[in-house]
């Protein structure tokens, strides 16, 4: 994966990750427990398969202490598909939007899972067009202030509808944004999803995201 792809698949992680550092002080030992599967996460081979099964031990024993602890859920994903443990991975992002249904991330984990994993683009669907109603949703509620958001849309609609439209959408919206570093931006990441190859594996890197949080 190039460092210009993972830079397009980092730009949803806020919207998860500021959610939890403004809203939720984690129990001292769940946090530990996710902290020590990040660190080993972050230095081991995704086809260790013995380590992947300590790795979701460890978080599975965050989660049983913090059941609503999103970010140890997330870390569980990588090594789960590692496992093509399928249908566990798949619970595990329905107890996230359970959690917080208003995470855009999780509905773009599930597509992917189902498209990129399970070969049923169908079932993708309809999580992809909840992250982009979703993010929609939020360009309202903003009011466009900035192009963060429509940032984020064009970041859906990549998934849902193809780079070809999300590259449209960000023709569309320029047109709202005078200040110089909306436009830099937005050209910005138009010309990262140009370079994004609009398949099932490339999909996949979306589950490199981790995180202590």
């Known amino acids: 994966m190039s460092f210009k792809i993972f830079l397009v698949f980092l730009l949803i992680l806020p919207v998860a990750l500021l959610a939890q550092v403004n809203k939720v002080k984690h129990n001292s030992k ?9 660190k080993l996460l972050m230095t081991s081979s995704a086809r260790d398969n013995i380590l992947n099964r300590q790795i979701i031990k460890i978080l599975d024993s965050a989660t049983i202490i913090e059941p609503t602890y999103n970010s140890a859920y997330s870390n569980k994903l990588r090594p789960l598909l ?3 443990k399928y249908n566990s991975a798949i619970s595990v992002v329905n107890r996230m939007i359970l959690n917080n249904p208003e995470d855009l991330n999780s509905y773009i984990k ?8 399970l070969k049923k683009r169908n079932l993708a669907i ?3 067009k909840k992250s982009y109603d979703l993010a929609l949703k939020n360009v309202a509620q903003h009011r466009r202030k900035n192009s963060y958001y429509d940032e984020v849309v064009a970041y859906m609609l990549m998934f849902y509808k193809g780079k070809v439209v999300a590259i ?3 023709n569309k919206i320029s047109s709202y944004y005078s200040d110089t570093k909306s436009k830099k931006q937005i050209e910005a990441l138009q010309k990262l999803i140009e370079s994004f190859m609009d398949d099932s594996e490339s999909k996949k890197n979306v589950f ?3 995180s202590t949080l």
């Open 110 to 117: 599930l597509g992917v899972i189902y498209e990129s994993y």
């Open 30 to 38: 769940a946090f530990a427990l996710n902290t020590k599967a990040f």
């Open 168 to 170: 449209e959408y960000l």
């Open 208 to 210: 490199n995201s981790i």
């Open 82 to 84: 590692s496992l093509k």
């Open 126 to 128: 309809p999580y992809y």
